[in-house]
């Protein structure tokens, strides 16, 4: 009886540990002077998707980053492609997609740069923790990083 029991936990262990979701750091933070004047802060996330949809919390604290904007944001598929059209979003703790949407839809196959800001919102300052998510994924174990800029104001 113990060892039915013990094998039925074990299938249970492997179970559920194969319906956890992907995981993604911070895996590069550069800060750079350009012509001695301007700052600029590169933030490297790095994501492994097993199609649950991944997350990671950004607290700009971390990374001295606070009252800075965000420039540009850089997607690049991993060796393992993600689902053609998935999706990244980073939130602000008042729910808004502070990329403004420009990170959706994003290639499984090329490198895709997109300026965040626009003429009529400008750029988003970063004021406090941003959770990214990236959803929309299809492909079990799919990796890739996304590269944001920071300028500082």
């Known amino acids: 009886m113990k060892k039915l029991m013990l094998a039925l936990f074990l299938?249970?262990?492997m179970a559920?540990?194969?319906w956890a979701a992907g995981t993604a750091?911070?895996?590069g933070h550069d800060k750079i002077h350009v012509l001695r004047e301007q700052q600029r802060v590169i933030?490297?996330?790095?994501?492994?998707d097993d199609t649950a949809?991944?997350?990671l919390a950004i607290d700009p604290k971390t990374y001295s980053i606070t009252g800075w904007y965000?420039?540009?944001?850089?997607?690049n598929p991993g060796g393992t492609a993600p689902t053609a059209l998935y999706d990244i979003t980073l939130v602000d703790a008042d729910g808004a997609d502070i990329a403004g949407g420009v990170l959706l839809?994003?290639?499984?196959?090329?490198?895709?740069?997109?300026n965040v800001g626009t003429s009529a919102a400008g750029y988003p300052v970063m004021r406090?923790?941003?959770?990214?998510?990236?959803?929309?994924?299809?492909?079990?174990?799919?990796?890739?990083?996304?590269?944001?800029?920071f300028v500082a104001n």
């Open 11 to 13: 299938v249970l262990i």
């Open 16 to 18: 559920v540990s194969s």
């Open 25 to 27: 750091s911070v895996t």
């Open 43 to 48: 933030l490297t996330i790095t994501w492994v």
């Open 53 to 55: 949809g991944t997350t």
């Open 70 to 75: 965000l420039y540009t944001a850089e997607t």
């Open 105 to 114: 839809n994003r290639s499984a196959t090329v490198t895709e740069l997109v």
């Open 128 to 149: 406090g923790s941003v959770t990214f998510t990236l959803s929309g994924n299809d492909v079990n174990n799919a990796t890739g990083t996304l590269i944001l800029t």
